[in-house]
């Protein structure tokens, strides 16, 4: 098979296995949902209220057949991309929740993985560039620490010194509540105040963000370091880059114009699906800082038992997922055919 029908082969199959994942995460997501203990109708009239109220109420949210009758019509309605009601925001459509709170999570996604890249490829090189030294100890250090180190904590922490004490920077909010927020298509503030030229905003806005995609973005690096240390390593040691050696290339250029490049393929892989995660995932620093993102409105859904939010917004969050793998796989498939199937 020639190289480009194996890749044609290789990027149809991916695609025709994603509605597949699909509708096995969608399905999880409709089991546990129901799995777990209490009653959203409890959660949205009170357990006193009367029994002839609570039916009609399970009859309007669609709770009142068996399960596979409800399992039908949720995806019934997920097949006409209808993600439901919203239970407690006064039957707000679950897509236009998820319009207003997803443009912060992906501005605190988007700079926390540059900050990610920057510290993690940068200590990962200085790591990997002088090995058995105290400089690649501490690379190895980075790496356990801050893949380790729970997200909250850290948070905590960074918000104690650099806010409370220090008051360097701001809490609980995306943008000050005295002055107007950009205005612009995307609801990314940085990206509409540019757009609109008014670096007042831009400012502002990245004076919000920085603390808390510091802390997103450091954890993160963290396996970013360890990815491109121990692939820098090997092949700081193969035989093309000796032979460079050899002819007099300075350490440096070997390094940077040789060394990475070949290193830095697998962190494709990661980049891709650690953004998506870091979309999906980023309740607890969502969480910790009162950011109005998309994370944290899940986490109040789950709280509050919001069943069309709580599967709306996971689908939401896997299809990027499943779109996200996609794309790195053929991504990958075109750079190194070694890996096509």
Not at 148 to 158: D, E
Not at 197 to 211: K, V
Not at 220 to 228: K, L, M, P, T
Not at 273 to 294: C, M, N
Request: hydrophobic fraction near 50%; charged fraction near 15%.
């Amino acid at each position: 098979m020639s190289r480009s029908k194996a890749l044609q082969y290789y990027i149809v199959t991916r695609i025709l296995l994603a509605p597949l994942m699909l509708w096995t995460i969608t399905s999880l997501v409709f089991l546990l949902l129901r799995a777990t203990p209490g009653d959203p109708v409890d959660a949205i009239l009170g357990p006193k209220a009367p029994q002839a109220v609570k039916e009609a109420m399970r009859e309007q949210l669609g709770l009142a057949g068996p399960l596979w009758q409800q399992y039908l019509n949720y995806m019934g309605n997920l097949l006409r991309f209808d993600l439901g009601t919203s239970l407690t925001s006064r039957g707000q459509k679950v897509w236009d929740i998820i319009q207003s709170y997803f443009p912060a999570t992906v501005e605190l996604a988007i700079f926390s993985m540059a900050i990610a890249l920057v510290v993690g490829i940068g200590v990962g090189m200085i790591s990997a560039s002088r090995p058995n030294t105290p400089l690649d100890a501490g690379g190895r250090l980075f790496g356990i620490i801050t893949y380790s180190v729970p997200a909250f904590w850290v948070g905590m922490l960074l918000q104690l010194i650099f806010a409370v004490q220090l008051g360097w920077f701001p809490l609980g909010t995306r943008f000050p509540l005295t002055v107007p927020v950009p205005a612009g298509p995307t609801g990314i503030y940085t990206i509409d105040s540019l757009l609109s030229g008014n670096l007042i905003q831009f400012f502002t806005a990245l004076h919000y963000l920085t603390l808390p995609c510091l802390t997103l973005g450091i954890l993160i690096s963290g396996i970013f370091e360890r990815i491109v240390r121990v692939n820098l390593k090997q092949t700081l040691r193969s035989d093309y880059v000796e032979a460079a050696r050899a002819r007099g290339i300075p350490e440096f250029r070997i390094l940077v114009a040789h060394a990475l490049k070949n290193a830095l393929i697998p962190v494709i892989t990661v980049l891709g699906l650690t953004l998506a995660s870091l979309l999906g995932g980023a309740i607890l620093t969502e969480v910790t800082f009162s950011w109005p993102g998309l994370a944290n409105r899940l986490y109040e859904a789950i709280s509050l038992r919001d069943y069309p939010t709580v599967q709306g917004v996971v689908v939401f969050f896997a299809g990027i997922v499943v779109i996200a793998s996609i794309v790195i796989d053929i991504l990958n498939a075109y750079i190194d055919p070694r890996i096509r199937y």
